[in-house]
């Protein structure tokens, strides 16, 4: 059997190939009297391949079955396209390998996105969605090799796991299957009678690494049973959380700017048909936004100097400023989108509106933590330092209503050879919006999981 070639494959083709086969779906079908042109789109690219079929080749005899959406197999050779198309299959033969009905939902007309949510099994087959989730897939690999390439290794932290890492009590409890009765709360069926949990980061387990391998990334699924309808929370959402050894918070921001920084150049670079077709389709200022981001030093800013540009602002907020809330997403925009016209790490928080892990400052009153906030979304990560001396890492736990006993081996790594320490926690799918230019965070997903939302 010949071999398939992509169609972007084909497409960047420098010459012409006098025999090659292509195997995709319809987009689209015309027919004239003697001939019918097909566009077959495979998924490689945003673009699709135009074939001319003539009449009288073999398979042309089911051309009327080759409607939108059903998949075909085609041979032919390449040859200089006679319209906008530098390239186009003459076919020498076809074959129709899965029709399709008339109830096929995605006709050529525009859908709309909620539409398209509900119907995530198909959404892949249209060209946004097909560039999004190509980027998703090289922007995981731009995440590995980024870190690969600094000497960092990739720790596997677990799903199942017994810490809350942000003390938020937002996790989603893990309980075995009991057939007859799955309502009632039987502690034997929990994790074999212990209580665990969906893990919402694997930053506690990270630590543990870095401080024997140095540098480390975990990089997986993390779960959020926050009850948040908003364009930018999902319930399983990925994270990439880095940790470093004898690191602190001036470190941990360089590295977090790096990182963003390399993967907008990598979008660029290694997308950039993707780029193209969303910067025309989806977001008219991406590119420029990209290139920017590209060469632009990220701002800093710490919480205090925020809270003060706020009060400043002379605009009215729907949640008030003082020093000690926690920024609301009105008010990262602000500073993003109005203030500062590009990313800015926001670092030094107060300690009560954060976890008990960050370090705290001479100061008493603040911790090394650090957001690094984008115009479109706000937060796409959150870090810090952390706490390194055992005694003010026990007080916190103390004075937080921690179980100390269940948290005694995160302690150890503060017992035994504790070393100053840091790293942050970047949301794939947020970095996804950032570089794709789309706002909900349910069409970057490829099955979102947001409260209701668990049809597939
Ligand atoms: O700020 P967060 O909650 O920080 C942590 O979990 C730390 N343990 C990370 C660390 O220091 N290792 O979450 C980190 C990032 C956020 O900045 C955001 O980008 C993303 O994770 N995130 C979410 N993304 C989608 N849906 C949600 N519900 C998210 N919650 C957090
Ligand atoms: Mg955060």
Redesign the pocket.
Known sequence: MMNRTLVKHVLDSEEEMPDVLIQGWVRTRRDSKAFSFLEVNDGSSVASLQVVADEGIPGYERIGEMATGSAVSIRGALVAGQGRQRWELRAASLELVGAVPDSYPLQKKGHTPEFLRSIAHLRPRTNLFGAVFRMRSRLAFAIHRFFQERDFSWVSTPIITASD??G?GEMFRVTTLDVGDATSRDASRDFFGKAAYLT?????E?EAFACALSNIY?FGP?F?A?N?NTT????E?W?V???MAFCDLYGDMDMAEEFVRFLVGDALANSAEEVEFLTRFVDKGLRERLEHVKETPFVRCSYTEAVDILLKSGKTFDYPVSWGINLQSEHERFLTEEHFKCPVIVYNYPKEIK?F?MRLNEDGKTVTAM??LVPGIG??????QREERLDILEENMRSMGMNAEAYRWYADLRRYGTVPHA?????????LMFVTGVTN?RDVLPFARTPRNCEF
């Open positions: 890492c942000e938020a919402v980061s694997g930053q506690l990270g975990t993390t959020r926050e948040s930018r929370h999902a319930a959402f994270m959380e880095p940790e976890p892990y957001d690094v937060e796409i990560v959150g870090g810090s790293g942050f926690g970047a949301g794939f799918e947020r970095l965070i």
